[in-house]
């Protein structure tokens, strides 16, 4: 008898303007499996809130990541591979999200280059402001943590391609599952 282990469902994150929406776009483009961003899940106090820069609070999170959690477990249920979208920075938000099927994908990069990253992003209700919060809420993931760490540093073809390369060490034959 096998164990039937459920496709990977995976959660691009990291600090603001670390280009979860953009990297998540291209690895759902290139795997073909369903895609949900994380963002319009917010509840509309919490886009009001982050408008205004005024950083989220751990309470404020919490609906937040519970409609993630939804998505992922109506992937897992239905036996289909996701990406999505959520900064999950610190580690009881991603505890929040974990299951047997889950690994989050840290895109990692330093304050300067994601700095000057949303300085010239446009149309998000992110403010550059609350940036330094969000350094300073990050944890990073930790050893014991089903994560792969993805350097941001190159362009999106090169960050895609780091993921799916690690990706491939961390889950052999995942781009075999279709969705």
Request: net charge negative; hydrophobic share 40%; proline share 6%.
């Amino acid at each position: 008898m096998t164990n039937h282990v459920p496709p990977p469902v995976l959660v691009l994150m990291g600090v603001s303007g670390g280009g979860k929406t953009t990297i998540a776009e291209a690895l759902a483009e290139r795997l073909g499996w369903d895609y949900a961003e994380g963002d319009v899940m917010h509840p509309a106090a919490n886009i009001a809130k982050m408008s205004a820069g005024i950083p989220l609070t751990d309470e404020d999170r919490q609906p937040w990541l519970a409609r993630i959690a939804d998505w992922i477990s109506a992937q897992t249920a239905a036996g289909k591979p996701g990406i999505v979208t959520c900064s999950a920075l610190k580690r009881s938000y991603r505890d929040v999200l974990r299951g047997e099927n889950v690994i989050f994908v840290y895109l990692k990069g330093s304050y300067e280059l994601i700095a000057s990253r949303l300085a010239e992003r446009t149309g998000h209700f992110m403010p550059p402001s609350l940036l330094r919060s969000q350094f300073a809420t990050l944890e990073e993931p930790g050893e014991d943590e089903n994560a792969i760490t993805v350097d941001i540093g190159g362009s999106t073809a090169q960050t895609t391609q780091a993921v799916l390369d690690r990706l491939d060490k961390a889950v052999p034959g995942y781009s075999e599952v279709s969705s």
